[in-house]
């Protein structure tokens, strides 16, 4: 799998857009972009994911530039509640039960301030 | 929907013990994923089972084992437990279904090796 490059940390205001950038550079081309989260000592929340169109969901949106070599996540109104670590991972997925599992690297620290 | 649950929440073992770890996977998945995550560090990869045979594993010593039963709930083993071997470990379940295999996380079970 690709691999992925995100800022250790990051700072966002309550109700404001929290943008965070992850670079894949070397992925392919069925290769998805996942985004999960973790907040301390909790198992990791699955945000989104994407190919090549931009996604959005109830929780976030997912842009993918147009030569997927880099992604942007967005929280529309950050809480203080999306203080986590936000993980970008880009994976393939398998039909019959995946030969390798997720490569989680370092992550973004998000903290959102009052 | 039920998602993934895991079971004990906290355990605390000493060196050389033996330590099993449950886990159901989520209504309708039937692939089950193993992580272990280390204070400070991202989940790695154990192994996988699907139909209940191991898919899949990660860099980890065969005294990591694991079983997955008829309903796809999972078992993960751990042999000759080691101080190192403490750790948050985290059950995933997953299915693959519109082209992908989004796997969901449990809460975790933190073993403690005294």
């Known amino acids: 799998d690709a691999k992925t490059t995100q800022p250790p940390s990051m700072d966002c205001a309550e109700g404001r857009a929290a943008n965070l950038p992850c670079n894949h550079s070397t992925i392919s081309g069925n290769e998805y972009v996942y985004w999960y989260r973790q907040i301390h000592s909790q198992g990791p929340q699955y945000i989104i994911h994407?190919?090549?169109n931009n996604e959005t969901n109830e929780m976030a949106s997912l842009i993918i530039t147009e030569d997927r070599k880099s992604s942007t996540l967005i929280l529309p109104h950050a809480t203080l509640r999306d203080t986590a670590v936000y993980y970008c991972i880009v994976r393939v997925p398998y039909s019959g039960g995946g030969a390798d599992g997720l490569t989680f690297g370092k992550g973004t620290h998000l903290i959102i301030q009052p | 929907e039920t998602g993934v649950t895991q079971s004990p929440t906290h355990l605390i073992k000493t060196r050389g013990q033996q330590v099993t770890l449950r886990c159901s996977s989520q209504s309708g998945h039937n692939t089950v994923s193993w992580y272990q995550q280390a204070l400070g560090q991202g989940p790695q990869f154990i192994f996988q089972y699907y139909r209940e045979e191991e898919n899949g594993r990660g860099n980890f010593p065969p005294r990591f084992s694991g079983l997955q039963f008829p309903n796809y709930s999972s078992e993960l083993n751990v042999n000759a437990l080691e101080l190192d071997d403490s750790a948050l470990y985290l059950c995933?379940?997953?299915?693959?279904?519109?082209?992908?295999?989004?796997?969901?996380f449990g809460p975790g079970t933190r073993l403690t090796v005294l």
């Open positions: 994407g190919l090549k």
């Open positions: 995933a379940s997953s299915l693959f279904r519109d082209g992908t295999d989004t796997q969901y």
